[in-house]
C-alpha cells in the first residue's frame, strides 16, 4: 500500500529549518541545510554515508547545537539546549544504534524518564506493564514486556525502540534506518504502524538506504551531499536511477560487479559435520578457492550462529572439519585467524573495531609482529605507516590519514577497515556478515567491486546476507537455512533467484 503522497502545500507546515550550519574543530559537516516537513507526511532523508543527515538530525533532536540558521516549530522559533526541549515539543528519534538500557525491563525501558506513578510518588510498574503491553501491540508484537531487554532479540529491541517513541505525544517521528534488523514481515509491520501514524497528523522523517523502502512509504524525498542539500522532490515523479544519481552524484550502473569468467578452484574449507549444541542438527559443506558462498534465511535461522561456531568465537559441540587440507578446530577466534579464517562480524562497531583507536592502530591489531621492533623496542613507526599507507590506497578508506579515529569514519570506510586487517593478517577465506548493513549505495558498490577483486585473486568467501538481491547478485552457490539447519544448497546459477531462496527459507516445500 503507498504512502499518502498528497502534495504538502495543502498541510500545515509543522517544522522549518534555515541555513543550518555545523561545524566540528573547524571542519564543516553541514553548510546552510534547509528542511521542511509538514504535518502526516513522510520525509525520506538521503544521502551517502558522511553526507551529514544524522548530524542534521541531532540538531533537530537537541543533541548538537547548530553553529548557524533557524528553527521554527509550527511557526515559532525554537532553540535546543538538551534533548529534553525537542522531546517536550513532541520530536522523538528512533537512533540506528540502540538507546536501551540492557537490565531494565521493555516496559521500563519504554516509559524511561516519564514514569508512571501511584498515589505517593511511587513508580506504578503495574500500569507501565499495562501501558507497555498496549503500545507493542499496536506495533503487531508480542514480547514479555516485564523481561529485561537483554533478553530479548535483536528484532525485539528495534521494536521496543520504536515503542518508546510512541508512549510519548510524539509529533515529529525521525526513524534513522529502523528496518535493518527487522525481516521483511517485520518491516512490513512497522510500515503499517507509519501510515497509522501518518494519518493521525504525525510527521516523520525516514533514513534509509533502501530505496524500495523509500518508494513504499516516502511523500517526498530530500537528499544531502557532503553537508549541503541537492534537492527535493515528490517521490511520485521520482525513479530508483534518480535517485542513486542525487545520493552518489553519478550514475551506478553495475551495481554487482561481473564474476572474472574463471571458475572455482580446489575445495580450501572442508566442513563434514558441524554441530552447534548436541540437540541442533549436524551441518555440512565446502568452499571453493575464488569463490562466494552465500547463506540465505530469515532473521533466526542460524547463518550468523554458524559463523561464530566456524570461527571458534562460541562453543560447538562437534566439529569435523579441515582447512587446505589440515585439521580446522579453532576454540577461540585467534586459532582461526592464524589459520587464515578472518570474521566481518554483523556489528563491525563492536565487535569489528575498536572505536576509539586510530584506523593505522584497528589495521596493523592483527599482526603486530610485522610493524614491531627487536627486542621489545616498540612500534616501527614508518613500517607501520607504510603497510596502512597501502591498505588505504589499496582498499580505498576515505580518511584524512591512518591516525584518524575510526569512529570518525563512514560506515562504508569502517567496513573497509575491518577488511584491511584482515587483509594484514593474511587471511585467505573471509566471512562477511551483512556486509552492507547500514551503508549507502555508493559504498556498497564498492564494497562488492573489493569482494570480486579477492575472490579473483583467489581469497574465498562466506557471505551471510538478508538482502536478497545481494545473494543473488554476489553468490556462486547459495546455502538456504532454516530452523537451524541446511534447507537446501542451490548449485547452479538458473537456481539462484530471490523465489527460489524465499521458497525454501519459508519451509514452503514442506507445505
Not at 581469497?459 to 538456504?480: H, N
Request: charged share 25%; hydrophobic share 40%.
Amino acid at each position: 500500500m503507498p504512502s499518502d503522497t498528497t502534495a504538502p502545500k495543502a498541510r500545515k507546515k509543522i517544522l522549518e529549518l534555515r541555513g543550518i550550519t555545523k561545524r566540528f574543530a573547524g571542519v564543516r559537516a553541514l553548510g546552510g541545510v534547509d528542511l521542511e516537513l509538514y504535518a502526516g507526511e513522510i520525509l525520506a532523508l538521503l544521502g551517502e554515508n558522511g553526507a551529514g543527515k544524522s548530524t542534521l538530525m541531532k540538531i533537530l533532536s537537541g543533541v548538537y547545537k547548530p553553529n548557524e540558521g533557524t528553527i521554527h516549530f509550527e511557526g515559532r522559533e525554537v532553540k535546543f539546549e538538551r534533548p529534553d526541549d525537542a522531546q517536550a515539543l513532541g520530536i522523538s528519534i528512533i537512533y540506528q544504534e540502540f538507546s536501551l538500557i540492557p537490565y531494565l525491563t521493555a516496559a521500563e525501558n519504554l516509559f524511561f524518564g516519564h514514569e508512571k506513578r501511584g498515589r505517593f510518588g511511587n513508580i506504578d510498574r503495574t500500569a507501565m506493564n499495562r501501558e507497555a503491553r498496549v503500545v507493542l501491540k499496536r506495533l503487531g508484537v508480542d514480547i514479555d514486556v516485564t523481561e529485561p531487554v537483554a533478553h530479548l532479540s535483536i528484532a525485539e529491541q528495534q521494536f521496543v525502540e520504536i515503542g518508546k517513541a510512541l508512549a510519548r505525544s510524539t509529533r515529529i517521528l525521525i526513524l534513522d534506518e529502523p528496518t535493518a534488523t527487522l525481516t521483511p514481515q517485520e518491516a512490513d509491520r512497522l510500515f503499517e504502524v507509519m501510515r497509522e501514524l501518518q494519518r493521525s497528523g504525525v510527521a516523520m522523517i525516514f533514513i534509509s538506504h533502501h530505496l524500495d523502502e523509500i518508494f513504499q512509504v516516502a511523500s517526498r524525498v530530500q537528499c544531502l551531499r557532503d553537508g549541503s542539500s541537492v534537492g527535493t522532490k515528490e517521490i511520485g515523479g521520482c525513479t530508483t536511477e534518480e535517485l542513486v544519481r542525487m545520493i552518489a552524484g553519478r550514475d551506478i550502473t553495475h551495481v554487482f560487479p561481473p564474476r572474472s569468467g574463471k571458475g572455482p578452484g580446489p575445495v580450501v574449507l572442508e566442513v563434514r559435520a558441524l554441530q552447534r549444541k548436541p540437540n541442533l542438527p549436524t551441518l555440512s559443506f565446502n568452499l571453493r578457492a575464488g569463490e562466494i558462498l552465500g547463506f540465505a534465511g530469515l532473521v533466526g535461522s542460524g547463518r550468523t550462529e554458524v559463523m561464530r561456531a566456524l570461527i571458534g568465537a562460541d562453543p560447538v559441540h562437534v566439529l569435523d572439519a579441515s582447512f587446505q587440507g589440515k585439521k580446522f578446530r579453532p576454540v577461540r577466534p585467534a586459532d582461526s585467524r592464524s589459520l587464515g579464517v578472518g570474521l566481518l562480524p554483523e556489528d563491525r562497531k563492536r565487535q569489528g573495531l575498536i572505536l576509539p583507536f586510530a584506523v593505522s592502530d584497528n589495521i596493523v591489531l592483527t599482526d603486530l609482529r610485522t610493524v614491531s621492533r627487536p627486542a621489545w623496542r616498540g612500534v616501527n613507526l614508518r613500517r607501520c605507516a607504510e603497510i596502512v599507507g597501502r591498505y588505504i590506497k589499496e582498499v580505498r578508506i576515505k580518511t584524512p590519514s591512518g591516525a584518524q579515529a575510526a569512529r570518525n569514519l563512514s560506515g562504508g570506510n569502517q567496513q573497509k577497515v575491518v577488511i584491511a586487517k584482515w587483509l594484514h593478517a593474511k587471511c585467505r577465506v573471509l566471512i562477511f556478515d551483512e556486509p552492507t548493513r547500514g551503508i549507502d549505495v555508493g559504498a556498497k558498490s564498492e564494497i562488492y567491486e573489493l569482494m570480486r577483486k579477492l575472490t579473483a585473486e583467489g581469497d574465498s568467501i562466506l557471505m551471510v546476507s538478508s538482502e536478497l538481491p545481494e545473494v543473488v547478485g554476489l553468490s556462486d552457490r547459495v546455502v538456504v537455512m532454516r530452523q537451524q539447519r541446511f534447507e537446501k544448497i542451490l548449485e547452479c546459477p538458473e537456481e539462484i533467484n530471490p523465489e527460489n531462496i524465499m521458497y525454501y527459507a519459508t519451509g514452503s516445500h514442506n507445505a
